[in-house]
């Protein structure tokens, strides 16, 4: 913990309740101790009660010999420890504490937080989520997900920061890339509930849990793909949640675990409701955790999330690949549709046309790149209104429902055209899943410094639903869940793509993009199609 500058260390911890029995310090008591009390109601907002966790610290500079530092925390519900020897004091809510007199050689515990729910982890370095939940009296209710303590430790003295180093992205030595979107994961506070489950023979499930089966899933994707990249498209965390942090930790620690760096965009429910966070705290919660390449963009183009990476050759400094991320905003009121959706901004749009513009010059320009492929990929949320397009070739999946995006085209789709974008990949629409491509109006170049042409704009690619807290069917039907790969060959300058699905074993509908740096429509897409005759879209 760091307050005012300083590096602190945690001297004692109360739990008090309103009305509250227990007396808190004020600032400024007992030589220089200070406590301050973590903004969350341990009973989650539920009415009946109120409770919160209070942490006195010291500054670690200055802490005498004699001062008493927490060095462990446990949660416990006998009311004394078992060993009279023992230095455990006992604390409101099942808490124990063991404080001793300070050394600067002391592992002590430096922060404390508050997390919910039996499956709730804690990914961040030197943090331990304690297996068992503060006793709050709340008895046989099961509505409200548990408190729990996570701790931090650390050396009171001489402690290092943790470790910021920026991961730069690079191809393999083979050349190749992989990327695995997971889109609209709507983690909840809890375990929470999935009522549109199916088994392996696509017979319906009773409702059950919903947060677990999405961690599992995930982290068999993971397993079994090892990408160099995880994309998050949106709807990390379901409207409505009583604590975001909880939630999008769930998400995270999967990646955390088997260091997959990772970056995200904001979808329409990320920042919903009473108690959620805005989109500028999650986007800071974000970017503090390990493998973090998440920004918050520039403060003057409109949303959060607006950002660009790039991935280098495996020897040099050459970017081969380019990734746009972009905040599509969330739900408006309208008098055109409902529900409608905030377009993609002007701002938005001038900040990716201009910086494509530079990083293009800068590729060309590059002696070491003058020969290499160079592709450039744009992921958001919401699909803009030509996702929907009565003209779009549909491949590799399926249209199960209506595209639900902005009643407003700003053009979005025209710059993307522009600037030689290959692919889009966005979520939302959980049980569309396929790649689509529009009809071209004449010959150009599709991409940044690529050898030769062609007549499409970006493919237009639905990543699918990959919670079991958000919705998994439409009408009478219920659809598996699933997950986007993208497969980057920059020796041959090709784009690949596929599904990973719920029970099935291999790869689904996997899909050429690109050959040769330029957008290539399928083998079965006849001439007739590629000039837009044919309109057909499959329903």
Request: charged residues 25%; aromatic residues 8%.
């Amino acid at each position: 913990m760091i307050i005012d500058g300083a590096h602190v260390v945690v001297t004692d911890l109360t739990i008090s309740f309103e009305p509250s029995p227990t007396i808190v310090p004020t600032a400024g008591a007992l030589n220089q101790h200070r406590w301050h009390r973590i903004e969350k109601d341990l009973y989650l907002h539920s009415g009946e009660k109120r409770a919160w966790l209070y942490v006195a610290t010291k500054k670690e500079e200055e802490l005498i010999p004699n001062d008493l530092i927490v060095t462990q925390v446990r949660i416990d519900e006998r009311s004394s420890i078992d060993d009279p020897n023992s230095e455990w004091e006992g604390r409101p809510a099942g808490v124990w504490v063991q404080r001793r007199k300070y050394t600067e050689n002391d592992l002590a515990v430096i922060d404390l937080d508050i997390l919910f729910g039996i499956d709730a982890v804690d990914p961040r370095p030197r943090w331990t989520c304690l297996r068992h939940p503060l006793q709050l009296g709340m008895g046989a209710r099961t509505d409200i997900p548990v408190a729990r303590l996570s701790v931090r430790h650390g050396r009171a003295k001489s402690r290092p920061d943790d470790p910021h180093i920026p991961t730069i992205l690079r191809v393999r030595v083979d050349g190749k890339f992989k990327i695995v979107q997971i889109s609209d994961t709507h983690m909840v506070t809890g375990v929470g509930v999935c009522r549109d489950a199916i088994d392996a023979h696509g017979n319906f499930l009773p409702p059950t849990v919903a947060d677990p089966l999405t961690v599992d899933f995930i982290g068999e994707v993971l397993d079994i793909e090892n990408p160099d990249l995880v994309i998050l498209t949106g709807d990390q965390v379901h409207h409505d949640i009583l604590d975001c942090q909880s939630a999008i930790f769930k998400i995270i620690a999967p990646l955390i675990i088997r260091s997959i760096p990772f970056a995200a965009v904001f979808g329409n429910h990320d920042a919903e409701g009473t108690y959620a966070l805005t989109r500028a705290s999650q986007m800071s919660l974000l970017k503090s955790l390990p493998l973090s390449l998440c920004r918050a963009g520039p403060a003057e183009v409109e949303g959060v999330g607006n950002y660009h990476l790039r991935v280098l050759s495996h020897t040099s400094q050459t970017p081969l690949i380019t990734l746009f991320f972009l905040d599509s905003h969330g739900q408006i009121q309208s008098t055109v549709q409902d529900p409608d959706y905030e377009a993609i901004k002007q701002s938005q749009i001038d900040w990716f046309k201009s910086t494509s513009q530079t990083l293009r010059k800068a590729h060309v320009h590059n002696p070491d790149g003058e020969n290499s492929y160079h592709v450039s990929l744009v992921f958001m949320h919401i699909p803009f209104p030509e996702y929907g397009d009565s003209r779009l070739n549909i491949f590799g999946g399926q249209r199960r429902e209506p595209t639900e995006g902005p009643s407003f085209n700003s053009h979005f789709y025209d710059a993307l055209v522009e600037e030689g974008v290959v692919a889009v990949g966005c979520g939302h629409d959980h049980v569309n899943d396929f790649c689509g491509l529009l009809p071209g109006t004449g010959s150009g170049e599709s991409g940044e410094g690529h050898r030769g042409s062609s007549r499409f704009g970006p493919w237009l690619c639905y990543g699918g639903g990959s919670g079991f807290g958000g919705y998994g069917s439409y009408g009478e039907n219920r659809y598996y869940r699933r997950v986007r790969v993208w497969e980057f060959d920059t020796d041959t300058g090709g784009v690949l793509t596929w599904k990973r699905v719920e029970y099935a074993s291999g790869r689904v509908d996997e899909l050429v993009l690109v050959e040769n740096g330029v957008i290539t429509p399928p083998s079965n897409m006849s001439d007739r199609e590629a000039r837009g005759i044919v309109t057909h879209v499959e329903l």
